[in-house]
């Protein structure tokens, strides 16, 4: 009998994750989209961290993390906040199936939804996070070697990039949206959000954002 190769995990915010060619390589960036949900929710960032005062209540909040790929950040926001309901969407079947793998295996109960960014999501969630695809194929400091082994769904879009996350600002009507961007595409996105949504934060990758 043929014997499975062994999972690869990697590490996102002190838990492994398995990931197989399906799904994108977590990314210490990243990382900062689960401070910023902590930050919003008035928890501490770090034990001994004097946390900033809560603009949400976490007790019975939804979150959805839109294009959740391995799990990685619904998983350890579901693991950090135990009493929030936590939502993970996906186009891909095949990466949700390593995202409920990943569930499993950290048991943190999460509801996962196949979808094209909202289309099937029958919930309002009050944060929405989101690792979109923001990669153009063309910007010349790409090193597209090194991106071989993910999937081109999770990493490329159109329009500069930006295609996907234009299009989650139009439908999203959360009234926190957390997103991760290249910062060179900082200020577009900014500016294309302004008439519904506000900056509050702009942190390395991650861009924080509230409904007007
Ligand atoms: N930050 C990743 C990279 O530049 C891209 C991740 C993504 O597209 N969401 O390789």
Wanted: proline fraction near 6%.
């Amino acid at each position: 009998m043929k014997e499975n190769s062994p999972n690869k995990t990697v590490n996102f915010y002190g838990n492994d994750f398995i990931v197989d060619e399906n799904v994108l390589i977590p990314r210490p960036e990243t990382e900062q989209i689960i401070d910023e949900v902590l930050k919003l929710v008035g928890r501490p960032i770090l034990p001994g961290v004097k946390p900033t005062p809560a603009k949400l209540n976490p007790k019975g909040i939804k979150i959805l993390d839109v294009g959740t790929s391995s799990g990685c950040i619904a998983i350890t926001l579901k693991k950090l906040l135990k009493d929030v309901e936590i939502y993970a969407s996906d186009i891909s079947e095949k990466a949700l199936k390593i995202a409920r793998k990943n569930a499993e295996i950290h048991q943190a109960p999460i509801t996962t939804i196949i979808s094209h960014l909202l289309k099937n999501v029958n919930i309002t969630p009050d944060i929405i996070v989101a690792n979109l695809p923001y990669v153009d194929k063309t910007w010349d400091w790409l090193d597209l070697d090194s991106l071989s082994k993910e999937p081109e769904i999770a990493l490329f879009a159109e329009d500069g990039g930006l295609k996907l996350i234009k299009e989650l600002i139009d439908t999203a009507t959360s009234k926190y949206l957390i997103l991760e961007a290249d910062p060179s595409q900082h200020k577009q996105i900014i500016d294309y959000a302004k008439s519904k949504y506000s900056l509050i934060e702009e942190n390395g990758f991650i861009i924080t954002l509230s409904l007007r």
